[in-house]
Nanobody, 127 residues
Framework: QVQLVESGGGLVQAGGSLRLSCAAS????????MGWFRQAPGKEREFVAA????????YYSESVKGRFTISRHNAKNTVYLQMNSLKPEDTAVYYC????????????????????WGQGTQVTVSS
């Protein structure tokens, strides 16, 4: 049974930092591309960042580019999202997602592309 478990969310002041983690089990992690998405109250879920199965390719939404960094540690079956210079508009529930990927460097930007999802972790940025 595949499980993705996010952690690291919380309350932080604007300008602060958080690091989210997503621990995967029940799958061959190094065969999966990973993504982070977020959903704010009253809004649709949106793409935040993606990383290829090898970690060699990454992609970010324009709203977080230069502030957030996605990374992965395949030996630990974990993907991370380092969030710096946080803004109140970053407040949302953050989800990690996994999609099997055999093509080197492939990235996936749509939530429809992903096979598995975590339960989410709340990030609240106060002004």
């Amino acid at each position: 049974q595949v499980q993705l478990v996010e952690s690291g969310g919380g309350l932080v002041q604007a300008g602060g930092s958080l690091r989210l983690s997503c621990a995967a089990s029940g799958l061959t992690f190094s065969s999966y591309a990973m993504g982070w998405f977020r959903q704010a109250p009253g809004k649709e879920r949106e793409f935040v960042a993606a990383i290829s199965w090898s970690g060699g390719s990454t992609y970010y939404s324009e709203s977080v580019k230069g502030r957030f960094t996605i990374s992965r540690h395949n030996a630990k079956n974990t993907v991370y999202l380092q969030m710096n210079s946080l803004k109140p508009e970053d407040t949302a529930v953050y989800y990690c997602a996994a999609r099997i990927s055999t093509e080197f460097g492939s990235l996936y930007l749509s939530d429809n592309d992903y096979n598995y999802w975590g339960q989410g972790t709340q990030v609240t940025v106060s002004s």
